[in-house]
């Protein structure tokens, strides 16, 4: 019954369909959503925080086998699984990570048997309209949402969007799920679990989905040289949080630059360059504004009751991590 309800519902949301092929066509586009699942090495510089197991979903998005998913599942993985239509399962290989957006591509080793979800407009979603969030499963893994906010979202990583999208009621196997727009397109991946804060309400369990619009630009360069050509951003190696819009450096990454540099945890971010910050994402763009990886960048810094200026020579989170040691099932 359960299974019927969804469909029912896909079928209503999803405008583009012939009248009496609803259920059809929502089972057709169901089948390009995949499971993945990544092992990582003990070793790999991210296997501390991401853990080196790691499973969520992933969206068939051309005839070739690309598969679309959020990169933290993907990242530095020795070995990569794909679970198809039919519970079929087979081996993909990384293709690329885009630190920028967050987006991963994989390629399929072999047939997925699935049409690929055709790509939709990220712009056009608005506050307020109903939306599919859904994961590997078919109908039992869908969920029926609705846009809650469309802001600027920055995270504790050194990562910002300035237009991200928030959707609720939140979808608890977020990681690379898809979300789905009434035509039936791919329009977001999903990336978090997080809260937003609507005024007279309160704090609302949401998901962030990283907007498709952004993978436009970079699909061409993620499939030919495993990340966009853009010069890279300047990355220190700090993970960062924000209270009343003041900014705490709350971990600092080993062997990275903010390491070298003498950057600690509990140091108090007052200024980059001498521009004071406002807030995560102003940080942020200040840093990036200084010029691309390699650039020195000087943050003033409260530690304890002084003032100090370090300057960290950033480096290319890209290069940091190691994407080549993969092997092919």
């Not at 608890?172 to 977001?188: E, M, P, R």
Request: hydrophobic fraction near 40%; include cysteine.
């Amino acid at each position: 019954m359960k299974r019927i309800l969804i469909l029912i519902m896909v079928g209503v949301l999803i405008t583009c369909v012939q009248p009496g092929r609803a259920d059809q066509k929502a089972e057709e586009i169901l089948k390009g959503i995949v499971k993945i699942r990544a092992l990582i090495p003990k070793d790999a510089r991210t296997a501390e925080t991401l853990g080196t197991e790691r499973e969520g979903h992933g969206v068939l998005i051309d005839s070739k086998g690309h598969i679309l998913t959020i990169g933290y599942l993907i990242s530095e993985a020795e070995t990569i699984e794909l679970t198809g239509p039919d519970d079929k399962k087979m081996g993909a290989t990384f293709v690329g990570y885009d630190y920028s957006t967050g987006f991963g591509l994989v390629r399929a080793n072999g047939p997925i048997g699935a049409e690929p979800m055709k790509i939709g407009e990220s712009a056009k979603i608005r506050e307020g309209e109903p939306v599919l969030v859904a994961g590997y499963g078919g109908p039992d893994a869908v969920q029926v949402a609705r846009v809650i906010s469309r802001r600027e979202f920055a995270g504790y990583w050194e990562y910002a969007l300035d237009d991200a999208i928030f959707t609720a009621p939140a979808y608890a196997s977020f990681g690379g799920a898809a979300l789905i727009d009434k035509d039936g397109q791919l329009v977001g991946i999903g990336s978090l679990f997080t809260q937003v804060v609507l005024q007279g309400i309160g704090a609302i369990p949401s998901n962030m989905f990283v907007p498709i619009d952004l993978l436009k630009p970079i699909l061409n360069d993620l499939m030919t040289l495993g990340h966009s050509r853009e010069p890279p951003k300047p990355w220190l190696g700090i993970n960062s949080e924000e209270s009343h819009g003041r900014i705490f450096i709350t971990k600092v990454t080993v062997g990275g630059p903010a390491e070298k540099a003498g950057l600690h945890p509990d140091d108090l971010v007052l200024a980059v360059d001498g521009k004071p910050v406002k807030g995560l994402g102003d940080f942020y763009r200040k840093m990036w504004a200084v010029g691309q990886a390699g650039v020195d960048v000087t943050l003033s810094v409260l530690r304890g009751a002084q003032i100090q200026d370090v300057t960290v020579h950033s480096g290319d989170r890209f290069q940091f991590l190691n994407l080549k040691r993969q092997k092919v099932l």
